[in-house]
Structure formats: C-alpha cells, structure tokens
C-alpha cells in the first residue's frame, strides 16, 4: 500500500466553476503525477511534480494548473471547469524515487461537470 | 510518439483457465508496467519490468525489449481477476518524457 488518499472521491460542479482536487501521500515520495482517464483515451498525464514548489506539464494541461507547497499534499485545479473535463482523475506516485519508476495510483476521483 | 497495442481486446476465460495477454511497442523503451484495473475502477500496478521475467504468484511477465513486446500470463484464473490490464511504457530519451499507456485488455473470468 503506497498510502496514497484523493479527495473528494465523487464532485458533480457546474460549468465555470473553479474545482480543486488534492492527492494526499504519507510516504514521503518525491515524484508525484496527475492522470485522466476517458474512454477510448486511456490514462494520460496531465501534470507532475517532482519535488514542492516543483511541477511540470504533461501532455494534456491546458485548463488545468497544480501546486505542491508540501512533500505530502499535490493539488490539481481546474480554474474554470468545462464539460470537456469531465473525467477520472488519478493521482499516482513513483515509489522507487526514479522518475517514472514503478508508479502506484490512488483511487480516483470521479468528476462530472455540468 | 510510441505506440503501445494490446491484444486480445476483450476476453472471457472460464475459471481455472490459462491467459496470455500480449503489449507491443513501436519503439525502444527504458521501462514497461503492467497494470490491473479492477471492476470498481482501482488501478494496481502488476509487474515493472523492462526486461527478463518476473513472477508473483499466479501472475508472471516476461518482457524481450529487443523485439519490442511483453507478455502477461495469469495461470489459473479466478473471477477476482476481472478487469482492464494495462501495459504502460517509457520510451527512451527522445521519445517522449511520460508513461504512454495501451487500450487495454478487458478480461472477464465466469464461473
């Protein structure tokens, strides 16, 4: 178990609303990632971090922004959300401390944007 | 970018039964994943191996880089093996700095 938490697990929010979702580790892991996952797309990274304060793109960030003030907590927002966002949302760490080591994933959260 | 194909795309065993599942690759790769997700969405992470072969329990993969493929067998089904198997992979430096992931295999086992 990599001790890894997301909340909320289940939002339904409005078009333009800002939403946040945050990943929560508790085992010290130094590269943490953002994935969605939508039918006939797969999972596909949104953003990382690989340390606080420090955080990348990945291949599918427009509309999306993160922040990572501690070890523990990655947080992903949407500023203003779209119906195109609509989606599973994963967090995942590397366990071994390698970037793209052998990843392990939270549980997901589910959001629905109307 | 690297393409990654799994195959077969659905498949029903009975319970007790052996699988194969099969991950190509288009390019050279510095790692590979395979993944289960279950029927209530969780994904776990089944084997890293980017090359040789590895066991753990009824679940082993075997991964010849050279020729640009991976194998996940389950021996012995059980219905708790239901679900999406992803293989995920590295390509290596120049290819793209991320896990690009397969459309998986749907793997329903019956009773």
């Known amino acids: 178990d990599a001790g890894i938490t997301q909340s909320p697990r289940h939002k339904v929010t409005e078009t333009g609303t800002p939403v946040t979702l945050r990943c929560h580790q508790t085992?010290?892991?130094?590269?943490m990632y953002w994935y969605r996952q939508d039918p006939g797309h797969g999972l596909r990274l949104i953003h990382y971090?690989?340390?606080?304060?420090?955080?990348d793109k990945g291949e599918v960030s427009d509309g999306y922004s993160v922040s990572r003030s501690k070890t523990e907590d990655f947080l992903l927002t949407l500023e203003s959300a779209t119906s195109s966002q609509t989606s599973v949302y994963f967090c995942?760490?590397?366990?071994?401390?390698?970037?793209?080591?052998?990843?392990?994933f939270g549980p997901g959260t589910r959001l629905t944007v109307l | 970018g690297i393409q990654v194909e799994q195959s077969p795309p659905d498949l029903i065993l009975q319970e007790g039964a052996n699988s194969t599942l099969r991950c190509n690759f288009s390019d050279s790769v510095n790692n590979l994943q395979w993944f289960h997700q279950n029927p209530w969405g969780q994904l776990i992470n089944l084997f890293y191996?980017?090359?040789g072969t590895k066991q753990n329990g009824r679940l082993s993969a075997t991964t010849v880089a050279t020729e640009r493929y991976s194998l996940l067998y389950i021996s012995s089904s059980q219905t708790t093996d239901s679900g999406v198997y992803f293989c995920?992979?590295?390509?290596?430096?120049?290819?793209?700095?991320?896990?690009?992931f397969g459309t998986g295999t749907q793997l329903k086992v019956e009773l």
């Open positions: 971090s690989y340390g606080v304060k420090d955080t």
């Open positions: 995942a760490i590397s366990e071994s401390g390698t970037w793209l080591a052998e990843q392990f």
């Open positions: 191996i980017p090359s």
């Open positions: 995920a992979v590295e390509p290596q430096p120049g290819g793209g700095n991320k896990l690009t």
């Open positions: 085992e010290n892991h130094r590269y």
